[in-house]
C-alpha cells in the first residue's frame, strides 16, 4: 500500500511539471441496515447492518488537444481489505471543434441511464474499457462506442471466464437532438453480445429505440420506447420491448409531482406454442442503472430473474419537496405487478401483482462540498413474489431498509 502511494505521488510531481493538472476526489462512507433488501426476509432470517465506503482521488491531465483522467478508487467494508483499483484510465484527442477520439476504461452514462449507466448508486462504481467516435456541433451530439472483453491473454482461441456474468462486446450508437421548442429527442442502437461457456461462440443481442423528452413552463414530459431482437445468451431468440411514460407538473417553486408507469415484456407462461417457447420475451434493462428505477428496495434488478420470466409492470407517484435551499424530501410510491403470465407448480396463474413500495428520501447540503442523504424504504410483498423467490407461502415479511450517506466532494483544483 505504502508503495502505491509513493508511485502516485511520484506520478504528480513528475506530470505536473509538462501540463495541466486538475486534481479531484470524493469520500462516501454509508451506513445500511438491511431487513428484507433485494429478497423477502422470513422470521428465521436476521436483519444486516455495515459501513460500505467509496474513496476516489482522480487526476485530469490536459495539454493542447488531449486530455487524459486515471482515477484511484479503494472501495471497501469498513473492518474490510484494502481493495485499491485504477477505476479510470483513458485519454481523448479532439480532432477538430467537433470531432474527437476518446478509449480506455471510462464511465458511459447517456440520458436517465435506463440502458448504458455508470451506477452511481454502487460504491465501487461501474466503467467500460471502450472506444469512443464523439461528435458534437451546436444542438447535434453523437457517440458511437465500441467495448470488447477479455479475462487474459490467450494464446489460442479466446475461452472467457466471465461469459455467464459479464457481457463480451457491447457496441452502441448514441444520437441526441435539441430543438428550441422544448423538445429533444435521443435514439440508440445498441449490440450487446455474451459469449457462450466453454466456446468460442458469441450470442449477439441488438436493443433500439427512443427516448423522447418535452418541457414547458411548469410541465416537462418523457417518454421511451425501445425493442429488442437477436439472440438471448442462452441462444434463443429474443422478442421484447419495452415503453415507459412520465409526465412531472411544478405545482409551485418548491412542490413537484410526478406521475409515471414502466413495461417491461414477459413471457407469457400459458402460451404452449414451440416458436413462443423457443423464444425469449423478456427485456434486458443491460448495463442500466438499477437502484434508481423499480423502487430502492432492489428486487427487480435483473428483470429475468426477478420476476420469474413475467416481466414487470411499475405504476408509480413521486413528490418532491424543496423544504429550504439546503434541505429537500421526496416520497414515492411503487405497484409492480408482473407484465405476462407466471405459473406455479400446480399449473396455475399466480395473481399479477408482486409487490408495493414506499421510498423516502431526504437530502441536506451543509455546504457546496458536502452532500447528506438519508432513505427509508418498505415493501409489502405478495404471494406471487413469495413464489418467484422461492419463500413458503405467508412466511415472508415486510422489508424493510435504512441508509445514511455522507458524500464529501473536494471538487476540482488545480496543480
Same mark, same amino acid.
Given at each position: ?22 486534481? /479531484? $476526489? ?26 460500505? =465506503? ?12 488531449? &486530455? ?5 478508487? /479503494?472501495?471497501?467494508?469498513? $473492518? ?71 479475462? !487474459? ?26 430543438? @428550441? ?13 455474451? !459469449?457462450?461457456?466453454? +466456446? ?6 441488438? +436493443?433500439?429505440?427512443?427516448?423522447? /423528452? ?31 411514460? #412520465?409526465?412531472?407538473? =411544478? ?19 400459458? *402460451?404452449?406454442?414451440?416458436?413462443? =417457447?423457443? +423464444? @425469449? ?57 408482473? !407484465?405476462? *403470465? ?9 395473481? #399479477? ?7 423516502? &428520501?431526504? #437530502?441536506? !447540503?451543509?455546504?457546496?462540498? &458536502? ?17 418467484? =423467490? ?8 415486510? $422489508? ?16
Amino acid at each position: 500500500m505504502k508503495s502505491i502511494l509513493f508511485f502516485i505521488f511520484l506520478f504528480f510531481v513528475t506530470i505536473s511539471t509538462s501540463a495541466q493538472v486538475i486534481i /479531484d $476526489g470524493i469520500i462516501r462512507p454509508r451506513v445500511e441496515y438491511r431487513d428484507g433488501f433485494t429478497k423477502i426476509s422470513t422470521a428465521a432470517d436476521k436483519p444486516a447492518f455495515f459501513v460500505s =465506503q467509496q474513496t476516489r482521488l482522480g487526476v485530469k491531465l490536459m495539454k493542447d488537444d488531449l &486530455i487524459g483522467k486515471f482515477t484511484f478508487q /479503494d472501495a471497501r467494508i469498513w $473492518g474490510g481489505d484494502n481493495i485499491l483499483s485504477l477505476y479510470e484510465a483513458w485519454a481523448k484527442y479532439s480532432i477538430s471543434n467537433s470531432f474527437a477520439v476518446k478509449f480506455g476504461r471510462q464511465e458511459l452514462h447517456y440520458d436517465d441511464g435506463r440502458l448504458i449507466s455508470r451506477r452511481p448508486r454502487r460504491q465501487d462504481g461501474f466503467y467500460y474499457d471502450a472506444l469512443l467516435l464523439q461528435y458534437a456541433k451546436d444542438s447535434l451530439y453523437v457517440d458511437i462506442g465500441f467495448s470488447v472483453n477479455n479475462s !487474459q491473454a490467450n494464446v489460442n482461441g479466446n475461452a472467457y471466464a466471465y461469459a455467464t456474468t459479464q457481457f463480451k462486446n457491447f457496441n452502441f450508437l448514441y444520437f441526441k437532438k435539441y430543438f @428550441n421548442n422544448g423538445f429533444d429527442i435521443a435514439i440508440t442502437g445498441i449490440s450487446s453480445g455474451f !459469449q457462450k461457456e466453454n +466456446t468460442d461462440t458469441t450470442f449477439f443481442k441488438q +436493443t433500439i429505440g427512443t427516448k423522447l /423528452d418535452y418541457q414547458k413552463s411548469k410541465f416537462s414530459a418523457s417518454s421511451e420506447l425501445f425493442y429488442q431482437g437477436g439472440k438471448h445468451k442462452d441462444g434463443r431468440s429474443v422478442n421484447a420491448y419495452s415503453a415507459t411514460l #412520465k409526465a412531472a407538473y =411544478q405545482v409551485t417553486s418548491k412542490v413537484k409531482f410526478t406521475l409515471g408507469t414502466e413495461t417491461f415484456s414477459g413471457h407469457d407462461a400459458t *402460451n404452449s406454442g414451440v416458436n413462443y =417457447q423457443n +423464444t @425469449n420475451h423478456v427485456f434486458d434493462n443491460l448495463q442500466g442503472a438499477r437502484f434508481r428505477y423499480y423502487g430502492r428496495m432492489n428486487y427487480f434488478r435483473n428483470l429475468e430473474k426477478d420476476t420469474g420470466g413475467g416481466g414487470l409492470i411499475d405504476y408509480y407517484i413521486d413528490l418532491n419537496v424543496k423544504l429550504s435551499k439546503q434541505f429537500q424530501a421526496t416520497g414515492m410510491y411503487h405497484y409492480f405487478n408482473s !407484465q405476462n *403470465n407466471i405459473l406455479n407448480n400446480n399449473t396455475e396463474v399466480l395473481d #399479477k401483482h408482486l409487490a408495493s413500495e414506499f421510498d423516502l &428520501i431526504l #437530502k441536506y !447540503q451543509p455546504q457546496k462540498n &458536502i452532500n447528506l442523504s438519508f432513505g427509508y424504504s418498505f415493501l409489502a410483498p405478495t404471494n406471487s413474489l413469495e413464489f418467484i =423467490q422461492n419463500i413458503n407461502i405467508n412466511e415472508g415479511q415486510f $422489508g424493510h431498509y435504512l441508509w445514511l450517506m455522507t458524500a464529501v466532494d473536494f471538487g476540482e483544483f488545480k496543480l
